[in-house]
Nanobody, 115 residues
Framework: QVQLVESGGGLVQPGGSLRLSCAQSGSIFSINAMGWYRQAPGKERDLVARITAGGYTNYADSVKGRFTISRDNAKNTVYLQMNSLKPEDTAVYHC?????????WGEGTLVTVSL
């Protein structure tokens, strides 16, 4: 079992920045990759950024150049640095852990980009 807890969401003005954190616990040795996903009201949950155990990263086209995914293995935490935020980035952001057996999701943290 893997437990995930997101934090760092909030209200920010357009052009601002936020850093989301995803703290992992449990059987973290089994994790192959971590990802950040987001779900806006009335829309599907979409990939934002993903990082593998080997450090390979990929991003949604809409966030390339603005968002950065990183990890601190010593702290068992994955981060999502979000810069130049836009109103369309407003969503609940969830982190996901991928293992060979299954996927685990956190409860999510709300990011609202508005004046």
């Amino acid at each position: 079992q893997v437990q995930l807890v997101e934090s760092g969401g909030g209200l920010v003005q357009p052009g601002g920045s936020l850093r989301l954190s995803c703290a992992q616990s449990g059987s973290i040795f089994s994790i192959n990759a971590m990802g950040w996903y987001r779900q806006a009201p009335g829309k599907e949950r979409d990939l934002v950024a993903r990082i593998t155990a080997g450090g390979y990263t990929n991003y949604a086209d809409s966030v390339k150049g603005r968002f950065t995914i990183s990890r601190d293995n010593a702290k068992n935490t994955v981060y999502l640095q979000m810069n130049s935020l836009k109103p369309e980035d407003t969503a609940v952001y969830h982190c996901k852990a991928e293992t060979y057996a299954r996927q685990y999701w956190g409860e999510g943290t709300l990011v609202t980009v508005s004046l």
